[in-house]
């Protein structure tokens, strides 16, 4: 089997297909449908479905999030404009064996009215992250993390995210990622505009950089999760109303994969990642965040059978296949009782 899974043309073409049914949609008028792609930060989950029709068709989720001004002039129509940019996308391509499954259109959180000003984080203009700039930080897909840090742990902070990947989490290490010909604030700025979730690894010294705390007010304006790993320092000012999540450089990857798959695009990226599992070793360090999920779709729940029957290194894992549920749990069945109208193997 191919560590890296199958691999998929429609979603690495996604924005050139995009890119081509808004000049349809300016040609014809449709400003609505316009107005979404041109301000949609674009994201794609694969393998959202699979049909074994015709030697197997996959379909892939499209999520289009807009800023809460647009998307809240909208929401009347949102559910027959996810129809038809589904449904023209699907016209407009000729990938054999793979189409758009859904489209779902969704807002950037916000907490409150005058939540922007309060952070200090305010900018004067919103800013969209163009995809190009979003795959060159955080690559192709997964969850996206921004990891907070003094310079002195960037080699403990760069491990943490080669432990988070197999779970689906895309870790942005500002001194590891940064390309060499972009300008470095600019980065950064790119990577806590298009983060999931923000992560402040609290060594001693935290406090002492300017950066990081800047970073820290940035995702406290965003609204987005905010994880605060106490490894050596209590959260401070506005974090310190977060519980400190407590552990080591070691384990920091499980911990924080443990918290993180509460949310929703995370469980996806976390399903969308076992495919690429290389050891039996590996499926038990992933099954450590069963005990965490506490919903899966039938969709969510039919992809990982598939996967599991798919995958020989998850087959044969403790972690998932429950042989040894003393050490190491009940395996992946006990899952499947989460969703609703289950399809089993």
Avoid at 34 to 51: F, M
């Amino acid at each position: 089997m191919s560590e890296s899974g199958p691999t998929f043309e429609l979603p690495r073409d996604i924005e050139r297909y995009l890119a081509a049914l808004s000049k349809l949609y300016k040609r014809d008028q449709m400003t609505e449908n316009l107005e979404v792609l041109v301000n949609a930060q674009v994201t794609i989950h694969e393998q959202w479905d699979y049909d074994n029709w015709n030697g197997g068709i996959y379909g892939h989720a499209l999520y289009l999030t807009l800023p809460e001004d647009i998307y809240l002039g909208l929401i009347e129509d949102r559910d027959s404009l996810q129809d038809s940019i589904r449904s023209d996308l699907n016209k407009l391509h000729n990938i054999q064996n793979e189409h758009i499954a859904q489209v779902f259109i969704e807002m950037l959180p916000s907490e409150g009215r005058d939540w922007r000003h309060d952070s200090g984080a305010l900018h004067a203009a919103r800013r969209t992250v163009v995809p190009d700039a979003a795959k060159r930080i955080w690559g192709e897909s997964g969850y996206r993390a921004f990891l907070s840090h003094k310079t002195e742990v960037k080699k403990e902070t760069a491990e943490l995210s080669e432990g988070l990947k197999p779970f689906g989490i895309s870790a942005f290490v500002a001194h590891e990622n940064i390309h060499p010909t972009k300008e470095w604030q600019d980065e950064i700025e790119n990577a806590l505009f298009s983060m999931d979730a923000f992560v402040a690894l609290l060594t001693e010294n935290f406090h002492d950089s300017k950066w990081t705390d800047q970073e820290v007010g940035f995702a406290l304006g965003r609204g987005i999760p905010v994880i605060c790993v106490k490894l050596g320092r209590d959260p401070y000012g506005f974090i310190g109303k977060f519980q400190a999540l407590p552990c080591n450089w070691a384990s920091a990857p499980v911990a924080l994969a443990r918290l993180l798959i509460k949310q929703p695009r995370m469980l996806d990226a976390y399903i969308a990642a076992l495919p690429r599992c290389r050891s039996f070793e590996e499926g038990i360090v992933l099954s450590k965040v069963f005990s965490q999920i506490d919903h899966l779709t039938t969709a969510q729940a039919d992809l990982m059978m598939e996967t599991f029957n798919a995958n020989p290194d998850l087959l044969g894992s403790w972690g998932f296949n429950g042989a040894y549920p003393r050490k190491y749990g009940d395996g992946l069945a006990p899952l499947f009782d989460l969703a609703p109208a289950k399809r089993r193997s």
